[in-house]
């Protein structure tokens, strides 16, 4: 770790993902991440023909992480398609490791917009999710 990474936590990791709709690529849908620690971060991008979205990770930097103090990081990932919402990801990241939302897996996504949401309990937190990890 370099001087420049001091203080520096990721409030989310980077993600990519594959959304289908009923085992269809899901093309064109507006697609937003939200994250909120200290600052609230708003982003926004649409899945390609394939049904793919990819969002770089994102960091802030405070001397928090390295208090002794719990840090909570909201983070949510809504799809929109066909006039309607869904929240494919939703997970109070307890970690300021990036990669640490799936114990060090980077997190690489096949979301079927149907699929129910599972729970998933990573580093002390949960990951509420419709996705699964590609292997």
Do not use: H
């Amino acid at each position: 770790m370099s001087i420049f990474d001091a203080g520096k936590v990721c409030t989310f990791s980077s993600v990519r993902a594959t959304v289908t709709y009923e085992g269809e690529p899901v093309k064109g849908a507006r697609v937003t991440r939200l994250t909120e620690w200290k600052n609230p971060n708003k982003e926004i991008t649409e899945t390609d023909d394939k049904g793919i979205f990819d969002f770089p990770a994102i960091f802030e930097r405070s001397i928090s992480k390295y208090m002794p103090m719990e840090i909570v990081i909201s983070q949510q990932i809504i799809v929109e398609y066909q006039g309607r919402l869904f929240e494919i990801w939703a997970n109070g990241k307890m970690n300021p490791e990036e990669d640490s939302e799936f114990d060090g897996v980077s997190i690489d996504l096949d979301c079927e917009l149907t699929n129910e949401a599972k729970t998933y309990r990573s580093n002390g937190s949960l990951v509420m999710t419709n996705c699964t990890l590609k292997k």
